[in-house]
């Protein structure tokens, strides 16, 4: 499965992509996840990902988790100018995140079957 993600940390709906991301994994899936716009904020290390969650969902970081330790999680990538444009660099990603540019929408979409947009 491939998300796009634009929701930031401070829009409730934040969850919502990793809990499908959760769901595509139990069904064998791997995912593949790009942010953009506010979602970048997800892949910094400051953002407590144990702190975002919507009512009976799992948190952020619990659907993250699952897909690490499950080796489900094949990419998890921050746009490049929406990261310069609030001033995040390379080093502020978590370590299972990279940067890239706009490049990175098509060429991961094109590797998965079904697309998401969060």
Request: one cysteine or more.
């Amino acid at each position: 499965m491939f998300l796009l993600i634009t929701d930031g940390p401070d829009d409730s709906a934040a969850p919502l992509p990793f809990v499908a991301a959760k769901g595509a994994m139990e069904d064998g899936d791997e995912v593949s996840i790009v942010t953009m716009a506010d979602g970048v904020s997800l892949l910094r290390r400051d953002v407590d990902l144990h702190a975002l969650e919507a009512s009976g969902l799992p948190t952020v970081a619990a659907a993250v988790e699952a897909l690490r330790d499950r080796g489900a999680l094949a990419d998890a990538v921050a746009l490049r100018p929406c990261c310069e444009s609030r001033g995040i660099d390379e080093a502020d990603l978590r370590e299972w995140a990279s940067m890239d540019g706009p490049s990175a929408i098509s060429r991961l979409a094109g590797e998965h079957e079904t697309t998401l947009s969060f």
